[in-house]
């Protein structure tokens, strides 16, 4: 059953479920990712905070497996709220066919839009919390009807936003949004710094879980965000999630030198394939990577086209 009033929310960032081991982690990825979702939902519960996902909650939006849909069935007891991300859809908007449209029919994920916000009591304040999912357009402005004091408001997003650490891949610049204190943006895996726009603080906590091996999957400490109503408005802080280290999570990076002693990334990257038969085909994607810069754009999308169609094959 659902509580009546909370302290505050509990924000958790893409935490991507899938059936598979991705990339070059070496654990159980399924199970250490829906313990890692247990873990925020028994946080959230314990400190009175209400749970919303910021996208993403599949990493595939399709042919998900039955049992992976069974213990998040069960696991969303009491149901959450959220968003869809782009991993949650396969057509750029969520329809009966991607798995996340079975949770939210069984009413166990909870939608939040400009048309069905949460809304409700805080320590005594008036809370509304929106949010607009991936492929839907960011609201100018936001008006609710409210009372003698106005509601303190939360927007929840899944965009490509141009923050510090991301202006080139963004597309999205922040900017103010009357009424709206927090927009508190998905898909970015890593902690990113603030925006201010005006009275609205624009923030990217990053993920619950690391999935690829890089520099930034290093750096960035798998975290979730919560934000507690005070008489002041707002009281911010970061909760750390349990996980293990970086080096106990992912394969070494398998580099061979050349005879001339400078490592090859032709050279590392065979090895890599020889030494890493990952399920989701993470060896030849890094492979190709490091080697197809050799050929025309043609050939090299070609080989691309190629290598997907053999990966998705083997993974079906």
């Not at 839907?136 to 923050?163: A, C, F, N, Q, R």
């Not at 394939?273 to 994607?285: C, M, V």
């Amino acid at each position: 059953m659902e509580r009546e009033s909370y302290s505050g929310v509990l924000l958790i960032g893409d935490p991507h479920v899938e059936g598979r081991v991705p990339g070059f982690r070496k654990d159980d990825y399924p199970q250490i990712v829906l313990e890692k979702l247990r873990w925020c939902l028994k946080t959230a519960a314990e400190q009175n905070l209400l749970p919303v996902i910021l996208g993403d909650l599949f990493h595939v939006p399709r042919d998900n497996q039955n049992w992976l849909l069974c213990q998040l069935l069960a696991i969303f007891d009491p149901p959450v709220y959220g968003i869809y991300g782009n991993h949650d859809c396969r057509e750029n908007q969520l329809t009966e066919h991607d798995t996340l449209s079975i949770l939210v029919q069984a009413g166990k994920y909870h939608l939040l839009s400009e048309e069905t916000p949460w809304q409700g009591t805080m320590q005594g304040r008036s809370v509304i919390i929106g949010g607009t999912s991936w492929g839907k357009k960011l609201p100018k402005s936001v008006e609710y009807e409210s009372g003698v004091e106005p509601p303190l408001m939360i927007w929840v997003t899944h965009h490509d936003l141009i923050v510090p650490g991301y202006e080139e891949q963004g597309h999205f610049k922040p900017y103010e949004i009357a009424g709206v204190d927090y927009v508190i943006n998905g898909h970015i895996h890593r902690h990113l710094e603030d925006v201010q726009k005006g009275q609205t603080t624009w923030v990217t906590p990053g993920n619950i879980i690391r999935r690829s091996r890089s520099d930034a999957s290093r750096a960035h400490l798998p975290s979730v965000l919560k934000l507690e109503v005070t008489a002041d408005g707002w009281k911010r802080s970061v909760i750390e999630v349990p996980h293990q280290a970086f080096d106990e999570v992912f394969y070494e990076e398998v580099l061979e030198e050349t005879v001339e002693g400078v490592p090859s990334a032709f050279i590392s990257g065979l090895a890599e394939l020889q030494s890493r038969r990952t399920d989701t085909g993470a060896g030849l994607q890094l492979f190709l990577e490091k080697n197809l810069k050799q050929f025309n754009t043609t050939v090299a999308d070609e080989v691309r086209k190629l290598a997907s169609e053999v990966v998705s094959d083997a993974n079906e």
